[in-house]
Structure formats: C-alpha cells, structure tokens
C-alpha cells in the first residue's frame, strides 16, 4: 500500500514538474531562449573546426550491411514516377537565382565531371548511423561553374518528394558547407546507381550535419541571399514544420 | 592515538559548523535542475530511436545490444513525443551543464576543496578500513562528533568518481554523438570506439547518475533529512553528537 502510495507520488511528483517545464516552453521567451542554443553551438563547432576540417571517413569493412534509408522512401508522384521510368533521361538538375549563368545539367552530364568518393558515416537526429560509400560530384564544382553572384549566401535544395501535408521537401545549407570538399551530389552509394529508397537519382551529402540535411531527389538547386523566401523561413521542410535546428551539426 | 598517561581534551567540535561552501551550494542546485532536464529531454530523444548498439555504426538491420519500448510520457520532456522539443531543452541545458562542471572542477582544485575533503587520506584505502565502512554504511551507523565532518571513504569515492568521471565522461560522449564535433575534434570517435558505441556509453552513464542520485537520496534520509537540507541550502550543518 505504502509503495504503491511512494510510486503514484513520485509518478505524479515528476508528471507535475515536467508538465511545469511544458507549460514554461510554451512561454515566448522561454522557447527563444531554448531555441536559441544554435547559435552557440553554431558558433562554437565553427570556432572549433578548421573551416574544412573533414568529417569521418572509414574503411571499406566498416559500411553497414544495409544502409537505412532515411526520410522519404519513395516519392511516388505521378511527376517522379514519369523521370523514374524513363530511367532519369528526362531529369534536369536545375541551378538557379543568384549565379551568373543558370544551369540545367542531365544525369549523363553530371557523369562526365570530375567526381570524390568518400565512405563516411550518416547520422539520423533519431539517433542511428549507417556508414556508406558515396560518389558523386563536388558541389563547389557546379556553384563555381555557374558562378555565385556576390549577394549569394545559401544555397537551397528543392526535391522531388512531398510530405505528407502536400508540401516539397526542401533544405538550405550556407556557403561554408556548400564549398566544403566532401559537399557532393551523389548519384552512386556503395558501388550501386542511387536507389529510390536512397534519393534516386541525386542527393546532397554534407556529412558535417545530420541526415535531414541531406536532401534526396533533388530537383533543383538555388543560391539565395536570404532564407525568408523559401517556405516559412527557416530553411528546411522539418525546421519549418516541426522545429528543428537549422544547424544540424549538433 | 590518545595516550592513556596524558588523557588530552578531544577538540572541540562547535555544534554547528559550515558544512558546504557557497560555490558547493551552487553548483549542487544547479546540477539538479540541469541534469534533471536533461534525463527528462534525454529519454525523450532516445524515444526516437530505443536501441542500442556497439561500434561506429548502427540502425535497425543491425545488432542491437539493447532494446527498450519508449520510456512513458511521465518520464519524458515534452511528455508527448517531440523529437525536436527535446533536442532544444537538451542542447540549451548541455552547455550550462558543462561549462558548471569544468567551473566547478577548477575552483575545487584551485580552493583547496580536493585535497581538503575528497583526497582520499594514508590509511584510507586499506582494505580493512574500506570493509569496515562498508560495514558501518550496510549497519546504517553514521559517524558523529568530530568524524562527521569529514566524508566517509565511500562518500569520497562516489563524488571522486561523479565528478572526475561519469560527468566528464557523459559530456565527452554526447559530444561525439554530434557530427559537426566529429570533424572538429576526431579523436572523440577513437576514445570511444565511434559514434554509437559513445551513444550507449552516454546512455550507461546517464543511468550510474540516476543510480547516485538513487543512493544519494536515501542517505539523505537516512543521515536526517533536515538537517542535511539546511546544509546543502544555507550550508549550516547540525553536527551529531558523539554517542556515548
């Protein structure tokens, strides 16, 4: 009787002072200040990483036996469908907004530029990690061949895949990680062409931040100097839509 | 030794003394909001996930040494799932959390706090003094008068061993679960075997803290639960006195 009593006290103890901390969250302030710790973060891991300090790269024995995918597995739009058919012939890798000479790149193309293969580690914010082999082009390569006008300071992702309110999948990375050197477009994972489940045909892989940075079946691509335009502001479909850190190195 | 010839007066010992300093004072309360944050935000962002595994890699194809159903709504912040919620109040408090403790450790070597109270002394260690203390704790006989001043070799132990490792080892390996920190410092992956072996070691220590926190309450309880509060609040301590 009396341990029941100490377990429902405790229970109700840590139910009400938790349902404290939930009702302080909902306070303006309070949210900014919680939400406010990116920055420090931010600003310390940049403070602390050489600007293209590499993230992990491993040895062949250590790729996972099944890389997870993460996000949307299939984005199964009539729109996709159509490019998966065809087998990507018609699929066009737009790069647009604020370069000097707007580009629109096909699969065969993107073949033929000099291309890194690195086999480095995905971590979800769930908390998995798959480490995979991937190949692709460095993204400096196509900012600079398309040349970045000088207002430009992000870089946003539009994709293929829908969520489940309709709304495209989009990302932004800044230019740091735009120009880092294992910033690529991958077409390949583990010796293989894209898979759907993976971002067929091409995915971003900016391996300093965690997985819903890196968008896959990427549309397009546009340099911007301000996130405000691009959906509600703040720079992905998941930062918009369910608060997470647009830094995504922590 | 008290020489049977020349029985000297044992020193005085004042009825009530400054048990705790104000840094310690602090520092304790600071830790119970923070740590108390960041076990509820904590399993609320292993409820995204509730595995375990070994080694730089790990997702739901592979062996999972540990696997949990989600820890329930009243042991979680936010008490409904909110991944990104959690994350906030676990990243906002971390920091906090972290730069206390390294304060905390500086002022406790530079203030003499160390080698004061928690070095462990000549003798100390013996295995027949460290049985006898086990034995006096499992009897629930606490010193009084004059030895109630000073932490007891199993006290030392447990708050050597909070302080200087289980603390510094959950911010080291929450540290090495973050990619950004992995390339700014890679050697965290090698000190502890890659990023979800870190995650486990996090997770193990998360739950030593609770297991201190644990044992820490009922010896508050049982030692006198007031006059220990006032101590670790005003820092004023009550000594016991000596049985006869």
């Known amino acids: ?250 | 030794m008290v020489s049977a010839a020349s029985p000297a007066p044992a020193p005085a010992v004042p009825s009530v003394v400054v048990r705790h300093s104000r840094v310690t004072r602090l520092w304790h309360w600071a830790n119970a909001v923070l740590l108390y944050i960041l076990l509820a935000s904590g399993l609320g962002i292993f409820n995204a996930h509730p595995r375990l595994y070994w080694g730089p890699y790990g997702a739901n194809f592979d062996h999972a040494w540990l696997e949990l159903d989600r820890f329930g709504p009243w042991l979680t912040l936010p008490a409904h799932y909110d991944l990104a919620m959690s994350r906030h109040w676990h990243l906002a408090a971390a920091p906090l959390f972290a730069f206390a403790l390294l304060g905390y450790m500086l002022w406790s070597l530079g203030s003499g706090h160390i080698r004061r109270d928690l070095a462990f002394r000549r003798g100390e260690l013996a295995p027949r003094h460290v049985w006898q203390d086990i034995f006096d704790h499992a009897r629930l006989r606490f010193p009084a008068g004059a030895a109630a001043l000073r932490y007891n070799v199993l006290q030392k132990a447990s708050y050597i061993g909070i302080i200087f490792i289980v603390l510094p080892l959950i911010i080291l390996t929450g540290l090495t679960m973050s990619p950004g920190m992995n390339a700014a410092w890679p050697w965290l992956l090698d000190l502890f075997g890659g990023r979800q072996s870190a995650r486990s070691i996090h997770f193990i220590a998360a739950f030593l803290l609770v297991a201190f926190f644990l044992v820490h309450i009922v010896m508050v309880l049982l030692a006198g639960p007031l006059n220990e509060l006032r101590s670790i609040v005003t820092g004023r301590y009550r000594v016991p006195e000596e049985r006869p």
């Open chain 1, 1 to 250: 009787m009396s341990l029941i009593f100490t377990r429902r006290a405790i229970m109700l103890g840590a139910g009400a002072t938790l349902a404290g901390c939930d009702r302080i969250a909902r306070h303006e302030t309070v949210r900014e200040a919680l939400f406010s710790a990116e920055n420090f973060h931010k600003w310390a891991q940049r403070r602390l990483m050489a600007r293209d300090a590499l993230a992990r790269e491993f040895r062949p024995d250590q790729i996972s036996p099944f890389f997870r995918p993460n996000g949307t597995s299939n984005p199964n739009t009539p729109e996709y469908k159509a490019l998966w058919r065809s087998g990507f012939a018609d699929w066009r890798l737009e790069i647009s907004g604020l370069v000097n000479r707007p580009l629109s790149l096909s699969l065969p193309q993107l073949h033929q530029l000099p291309q890194r293969e690195q086999i480095t580690r995905h971590d979800c914010v769930e908390g998995w990690s798959a480490i995979g082999r991937w190949r692709g082009v460095p993204l400096a390569l196509l900012l600079d061949a398309a040349g970045m006008k000088e207002r430009a300071r992000y870089i946003v992702f539009r994709c293929a895949d829908r969520m489940g309110d309709g709304h495209a999948y989009y990302e932004s990375i800044d230019m740091i990680d735009a120009f880092h050197p294992q910033t690529i477009l991958a077409f390949a994972l583990n010796d293989q062409p894209l898979r759907v489940a993976n971002g067929a045909p091409l995915r971003l892989r900016v391996e300093r931040q965690l997985g819903y940075k890196h968008a896959k079946y990427l549309m397009g691509i546009e340099a911007v100097e301000h996130l405000s335009g691009t959906g509600r502001g703040k720079g992905g479909y998941w930062e918009d839509h369910a608060g997470y850190d647009w830094y995504a190195g922590i």
